[in-house]
């Protein structure tokens, strides 16, 4: 009999130390995410082209993960310095990179995108675009 009364005790009781893991790991991760640029503008080289570099993470962001550019080629340097492999792909222009995967020779791949009209072009790691892997590139 005593055992029926003791279980709401012990939901009360264990539920703040639950609740407290949770939050903790999200904390980390929103800590690790707020060090990363979330947005620049792509510069003009010398070569008329606009370029970017978008580093990706471990934690499966693109960073940064919002672009500006203009109307014409963006070549796009995508890094990888961590351990799981990333591409970039933007699938409304059908377009995507080569995988990167952080091992030596494999940290960098340059990818070149034509932008014909302005607007908003989402991209995306096709690896991880389920976890959120996601980003943007707004053309003016």
Same mark, same amino acid.
């Given at each position: 009999? $005593?055992?029926?009364?003791?279980?709401? /005790?012990?939901?009360?009781?264990?539920? %703040?130390?639950?609740?407290?893991?949770?939050? +903790?790991?999200?904390?980390?991760? $929103?800590?690790?995410?707020?060090? #990363?640029?979330?947005?620049?503008?792509?510069?003009? +080289?010398?070569?008329? /082209?606009?370029?970017?570099?978008?580093?990706?993470?471990?934690?499966?962001?693109?960073?940064?993960?919002?672009?500006?550019?203009? #109307?014409?080629?963006?070549?796009?340097?995508?890094?990888? $310095?961590?351990? *799981? %492999?990333?591409?970039?792909?933007? %699938?409304?222009?059908?377009?995507?990179?080569?995988?990167?995967?952080?091992?030596? +020779?494999?940290?960098?791949?340059?990818?070149?995108?034509?932008?014909? $009209?302005?607007?908003? *072009?989402?991209? /995306?790691?096709?690896?991880?675009?389920?976890?959120?892997?996601?980003?943007? #590139?707004? /053309?003016?």
């Amino acid at each position: 009999m $005593h055992r029926r009364r003791l279980w709401p /005790v012990t939901l009360l009781l264990t539920l %703040p130390l639950v609740t407290t893991a949770c939050s +903790g790991s999200a904390g980390r991760r $929103h800590a690790i995410d707020s060090h #990363v640029p979330t947005s620049v503008t792509a510069t003009k +080289g010398t070569d008329g /082209v606009q370029h970017v570099t978008i580093d990706t993470t471990d934690n499966f962001r693109f960073a940064p993960m919002s672009i500006a550019a203009h #109307v014409g080629k963006l070549r796009i340097a995508l890094t990888d $310095h961590g351990s *799981y %492999p990333h591409n970039i792909s933007f %699938p409304t222009l059908h377009a995507t990179s080569s995988t990167v995967s952080g091992n030596p +020779g494999q940290q960098t791949t340059t990818f070149t995108v034509t932008f014909t $009209h302005p607007g908003t *072009y989402q991209f /995306v790691c096709t690896f991880h675009s389920s976890a959120g892997m996601r980003g943007q #590139v707004t /053309v003016s």
